[in-house]
């Protein structure tokens, strides 16, 4: 019996330009901003990224409870400004979820509006993809809303 990979698929419209948006995914300096930053106590922890196609990365957030979550991969494509490809897994033996594929790519709309789609695919549990869905689009509120009140806080 084969069991069909689960996938999933999320986008946002942000007020930014793609090379903004591509910036605060690629630079920790830009990324510890958004990354991980919730309502729910958690809170970016570390990043490390190696930005090449073959390069590693790490980036890590922090639980209420103070435990460190990392995910961990390799870049396969690196299209400034308009895509990043990378696998995706978790460090802890027991969260691992892959290797997974996550694809996000970032289209200029016009009006200083950019869509940004997260494609995360190669789950081999549907539950797994519910409950990163449900991550992806709580980072993507934060990145939009963090951008958002940088963009307010200059204009004043």
Known sequence: MTTKAASLRVS?????????LFDAWTDV???????????????????????????????????????THAAVGVYR??????????????ENEANRVGPTVVTVEFK????????????HEQFREPARA????????SLLRQLDRVLDEAENHSTR
């Open 12 to 20: 946002r419209t942000i007020r930014a330009s793609a090379e903004r």
């Open 29 to 67: 300096r830009l990324l510890r901003n958004w990354w991980w930053l919730d309502e729910g106590g958690w809170s970016f922890a570390d990043a490390s990224l190696d930005l090449r196609p073959g390069g590693a990365y790490r980036l890590a957030m922090r639980s209420p409870t103070g435990e």
């Open 77 to 90: 494509e690196v299209i400034h400004p308009s895509r990043l490809v990378f696998t995706w897994d978790w």
């Open 108 to 119: 200029e709309l016009g009006g200083g509006l950019t869509e940004v789609t997260i494609t």
């Open 130 to 137: 519910r409950r990163h869905e449900e991550g992806w689009s």
